[in-house]
């Protein structure tokens, strides 16, 4: 999008006297950004583990889904935390590779040019989950 600008920050553009300069800013109409975590239970227990606990996975959990809430900018705009889907599995050095259970997330767009989350479909697989997971949907 053209924008127009009329700050001078260098001596030679104040002494061109121009009254304002014309410049391009890029924006992206709509995007769907993914993230994956990870959260490592193994590692909190024991006399050398971090001390991570339910409260902890809870805080983290409520920051992702709030963190946009908090840090808006010119930027980005209208971010927003859309879906927040967890794997919880019942043995603390999984039940299942990661890989294979962020497969069982998709997004598919139904607009050629997407404008609003509205535009996508967002899927969480569920069928014939290995044995000791469970999906949690959080957002």
Request: without cysteine.
């Amino acid at each position: 999008m053209p924008i127009t600008r009329v700050a001078r920050e260098t001596e030679v553009r104040a002494a061109a006297r121009a009254q304002t300069e014309m410049g391009g800013k890029a924006t992206v109409a709509y995007g769907l950004y993914r993230a994956h975590g990870f959260v490592s239970p193994h590692l909190a227990a024991g006399e050398k583990g971090t001390g991570f606990a339910d409260d902890d996975l809870n805080l983290l959990w409520e920051a992702l889904a709030e963190m946009f809430d908090h840090d808006h900018s010119a930027a980005r705009g209208m971010m927003a935390t859309r879906r927040l889907i967890a794997f919880k599995h019942s043995s603390a050095l999984g039940n299942a590779r990661a890989s294979d259970l962020f497969v069982r997330i998709a997004a598919a767009t139904m607009a050629e040019t997407p404008r609003s989350y509205g535009d996508y479909v967002v899927s969480a697989d569920r069928t014939d989950l290995p044995e000791g997971i469970e999906v949690v949907e959080l957002v």
